[in-house]
């Protein structure tokens, strides 16, 4: 594998020795204080090297690599004597997977200004996306810009306002306006289709403002030619799509030009007032005809694994934290450096493996907490967040009776944890809890350094959000103790350059005691909240609590 010399120098420099705690604290309770000092750094690494070794093959949910990982999970909880809480009293919750894929041969995206056809090159100028909820569709219809495609109206932004897109196709810059808080960038990056079938079009066409290298075609394209899978409910319908929309492609750079040639205002005067945060919209004066044929490719039966802490309280034990780690990761794909096995240490042994270390914690208390921890194991984060989706919409206990959430997906350990970023904390009382086990472990609480990658909405916890479940997603953040080391820099070339890579294996350089920190952190997050008389509440006013949560405004 490969690192820069300078990533590896300034990963090697300074690397902490075991996670001290601070001073006695009256939030922690004796009990809790003894056993999270118990942590195991070197139980983390061995899950990791387990789950991440080659011959799981990448975990791809529906093979055997996933099926050795879940099987090695469940061990684990069995050992520390946690119940099977899947269905039908075992540790396991089926969730049934589709993929769809488009017949590339059979679909096509074409140009009409005033009457002349201009057919574009599909891989090179466009890709479509598979329409689950259609096989072959074929739609011709005017094309209308509406900016980033955002209604948000309690931040007074509207790129809807004053045009009527019926029957039309819109075209909307990818990602949302960086005045919004980091938050509801994400959400708002996020729900372009939502919004636009609200608001009655029938297909969509997105490209990227010219910094959004992670959006380009150029980079989606090899991943959007696999497909894209949902769950299917019981009747065999596919979820989270929108019946409404009967396309969507994303365009290259060059092709948004063409598709501007005839507006009255340039594209480059779009994506000025885009980043100047305006909202926008106007015909385009350009039709386009979208042909796309969606062949389903293959079903996967895909799993869930879940167990359970009983709670002690009488009352409380029927209430439950949920701690989620998705298992799964890419399988076996393209070649990279002479390797195709996609290991996912990182991405996401590491999380399962420090939830299992949570787990033996809470199991080593001398009294259960009051209310149950749930442990869940979960399917197809990287197709979506499918199996979390799955869980948080049909859980194995009652959903009403879930209050709270923990995720955890790539903390970051390569580097000392000495701060991080409580994702979801701001929205609602679980911002104490969190708090409360920082400060006790001494770890400072910083912003969103990178609000423009919407971590927010990518990863498990969001399931829970959607369900109107309090949800906390913890990462670490930007200090090292080095002044030469920037964690964000450290995180922005992780991401560049190993992310979703055959490179990401056990080959890295992990401090694992940074990881232990991690799971004392989640492990005093969830006790905390365990043991409170209230259970976790949105905050007054919360835009995901009042979306969600049914609170009012």
Known sequence: MHFSTSYLLTLCIGLSSAGTLTAQSDAVPVEA???????????????????????????????????????????QFKKLGLKPAGENSTYRQDV?????????????????????????????????????????????????????????????????????????????????????????????????????AAHGAIATLAFSLPADLRNRIETAAPRARQGIYRWLDKAGKPQRTYPELRGAGSLSDSTARLLFASAGTSLKDAIANAQKNRPQAFPLNVSVRMQ????????????????????????LKNEYIVCAAHIDHLGVGRPVKGDSIYNGAHDNASGVAINLEMARLFAALPKAPRRSILFVGVTGEEMGL?????????????????????????????????????????????????RQAATFLGVKISPDPIPEQTVFMRSDHFSFVRQGIPALFIKSGSETGNPNLNGTKLNLEWRATIYHSPQDDMNQPFDFNAAAKHAQLQFLTAYLTAQSDQRPAWNKSDFFGTKFGKISE
């Open 33 to 75: 204080q003894r056993v999270v000092q118990s942590v195991r750094p070197e139980a983390i690494r061995n899950h990791m090297r387990i789950l991440s070794n080659d011959s799981l093959r990448g975990r791809k949910p529906g093979t055997k690599g996933f099926d050795m990982a879940a099987d090695y999970v469940i061990s």
């Open 386 to 434: 499918l199996g979390s989706d799955y869980f948080a919409s049909n859980p194995t206990v009652p959903k009403e009776k879930i209050v709270a959430n923990l995720a955890l997906d790539m903390p970051f350990f390569f580097h000392p944890l000495l701060d991080i970023v409580p994702y979801g904390a701001e929205h609602s009382s679980l911002n104490q809890e969190v």
């Open 292 to 315: 796309t044929q969606t062949d389903v490719v293959e079903d996967v039966p895909g799993y869930n694994v879940v167990a359970v802490l009983p709670g002690s309280d009488p009352v």
């Open 96 to 196: 049934p997977l589709r993929r769809w894929q488009v017949r590339e041969g059979s679909s096509s995206l074409t140009l009409i200004t005033n009457g002349h056809e201009q057919p574009l090159t599909y891989g090179k100028q466009f890709i479509l996306n598979p329409t689950p909820d259609h096989a072959s569709s074929d739609v011709t219809a005017p094309v209308v810009f509406v900016g980033y495609g955002v209604t948000a109206p309690e931040l007074q932004y509207d790129d809807y306002s004053g045009i009527d897109v019926k029957g039309k196709i819109v075209a909307i810059l990818n990602g949302a306006p960086n005045s919004f808080p980091s938050n509801q960038r994400a959400y708002y990056s996020s729900s372009k289709a939502e919004n636009a």
